[in-house]
């Protein structure tokens, strides 16, 4: 799921970077870990 939604943020916003599948990965763990929506910007 994670590999499909990387490619298609790719392909709709070319000019951004870092949704790789890694980096999507990591964005997944940092909010499993600290769910509070307060936390962060």
Request: aromatic share 18%.
């Amino acid at each position: 799921m994670t590999l499909i939604l990387a490619h298609d943020l790719e392909v709709s916003f070319p000019d951004l970077k870092d949704f790789s599948y890694r980096n999507l990965k990591y964005m997944q763990q940092f909010a499993e870990a600290w769910p509070d929506p307060e936390f962060g910007q």
